[in-house]
C-alpha cells in the first residue's frame, strides 16, 4: 500500500490532533504517503484534501479539536454521495482510508468498506458508548473539564445549604457524568442510562442535608430524561423539598474544546498507530479500540447500530459514596 488518507468525522474530541499526527508518521515511517481530508466525509466528496509531511502535525497535539475540521455530511449517507467520495480517493491514488470518529463516523466506515474500499476506523468520541474500545479519544479529556468545574463549584457552595447542578456532556450516555460524579463526590447522579425522577433526586438531597450535609452537588448527563432544566423546573414548585438553595451551570460545549489530558494524547497516539498497523497487515472494516490496555481490532459489523453499555455497578459506587 503507497497511499492512505486520514479525516476526523462528527463530533470533535480532544485527543484527534495526537491521531491524525500518529497516523501520518506511522505512515510516513513505513514508507506511504498520507492525504489529510478537510472537513470529514464533506471533504471527501468535496474533493478537499492535501498530502501530510511529518512537519505538517508537528505542534498540534497539545491543542483541543481537530487541525482538519470535522463535519456532519448527510451526501456521504447516500450512495451516490459516497460514489464520489471513492472515485475522488481513486483518482489521488489513495488506496485506504482512516476515519476517526465516533458512532455515526464508523457507521459510515462500515458502509464505505462495505462497498469494497479499505477502511479503518479509530474509535474516538467524549461520550465512550462506541463497542470495540473500553475507552474512546476524548472522554477523559471532558471527564476532567467536568471535574475541574464541579471541584469549582464546591468552593462557592460552601455557603450553608446551597446544592449545584452541573450538567454534562452526554447526548444518550451518562459516562462522563457518572465517572465525573463518582471523582468529584456527587451526592447524586442523573444519567439516561438509569432514570430517577426530581422527586428521588430531591428525596436524595433530602437525605443529605438531614444527615448533615451543608452542600450538595448533583451531576447530571444533558441526555437524562430529567436533565437540569427539567430538574429546576420541578424543585421550583417545591424549593423546600430538597432542604438546599439550588445552582444551576450548564457546561455544555467548553466540555469539548479542552486541551487533551496525557490520557488522550497517549490514548490518540496509540490508536492512530494501530489503525496504520491494521491497514499495513491487511485489516479493513474494522475499528482500532482499547482493550484491556491493548490496541486491538474489531469488526465494524459487530460495532454499528450499537450503544456500549454503562457499568451500572458503578452507579452503585457512586451512591455508596455518597451516603
Ligand atoms: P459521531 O461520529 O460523532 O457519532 P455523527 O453521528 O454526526 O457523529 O456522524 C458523523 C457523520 O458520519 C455523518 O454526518 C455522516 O456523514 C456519517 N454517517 C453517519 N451515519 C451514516 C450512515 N448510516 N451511512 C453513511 N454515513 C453515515
Known amino acids: 500500500m503507497k497511499r492512505i488518507a486520514v479525516l476526523t468525522s462528527g463530533g470533535d474530541a480532544p485527543g484527534m490532533n495526537a491521531a491524525i499526527r500518529a497516523v501520518t508518521r506511522t505512515a510516513i515511517d513505513g514508507g506511504m504517503d498520507v492525504m489529510g481530508v478537510h472537513e470529514g466525509y464533506q471533504g471527501l466528496i468535496a474533493d478537499d484534501m492535501a498530502f501530510l509531511a511529518r512537519r505538517d502535525v ?30 475522488n480517493m481513486e483518482q489521488h491514488g489513495v488506496e485506504a482510508l482512516v476515519v476517526i470518529g465516533g458512532n455515526g463516523s464508523q457507521t459510515g466506515s462500515y458502509v464505505l468498506s462495505q462497498m469494497g474500499f479499505p477502511v479503518v476506523g479509530v474509535a474516538s468520541t467524549i ?25 469549582r463549584l464546591k468552593v462557592t457552595a460552601e455557603s450553608h445549604r446551597r446544592a449545584f447542578l452541573v ?45 448533615g450535609k451543608q452542600h450538595a ?20 414548585t417545591d424549593p423546600e423539598a430538597t432542604g438546599f438553595r439550588l445552582r444551576v451551570t450548564i ?20 490508536l492512530g498507530e494501530g489503525a496504520v498497523r491494521a491497514l499495513q497487515a491487511g485489516q479493513t472494516g474494522v475499528l482500532a479500540g482499547l482493550r484491556g490496555n491493548r490496541v486491538v481490532t474489531t469488526p465494524l459489523e459487530e460495532i454499528v447500530g450499537r450503544q456500549k453499555p454503562i457499568d451500572l455497578e458503578l452507579f452503585e459506587l457512586a451512591s455508596i459514596m455518597a451516603r
Open 58 to 87: 508537528g505542534g498540534i497535539m497539545q491543542a483541543g479539536g481537530t487541525m482538519l475540521g470535522s463535519a456532519r455530511c448527510p451526501e456521504f449517507e447516500t450512495l451516490a454521495g459516497r460514489e464520489v467520495a471513492v472515485r
Open 127 to 151: 461520550d465512550n458508548d462506541l463497542e470495540g474500545s473500553d475507552v474512546t479519544i476524548g472522554v477523559d479529556s471532558a471527564i476532567n473539564v467536568a471535574l475541574e468545574a464541579i471541584d
Open 167 to 211: 450538567e454534562v456532556m452526554g447526548r444518550h450516555c451518562g459516562y462522563v457524568a457518572l465517572m465525573a460524579g463518582i471523582a468529584g463526590g456527587a451526592e447524586v447522579v442523573v444519567i439516561p442510562e438509569q432514570e430517577v425522577s426530581p422527586e428521588n433526586v430531591a428525596q436524595q438531597l433530602r437525605a443529605a442535608y438531614d444527615r
Open 217 to 236: 452537588m448533583v451531576v447530571v448527563a444533558e441526555g437524562a430524561k430529567n436533565n437540569a432544566e427539567r430538574l429546576v423546573e420541578h424543585f421550583q
Open 251 to 270: 457546561l455544555g460545549h467548553v466540555q469539548r474544546g479542552a486541551n487533551p489530558t496525557a490520557a488522550d494524547r497517549l490514548l490518540g497516539t496509540r
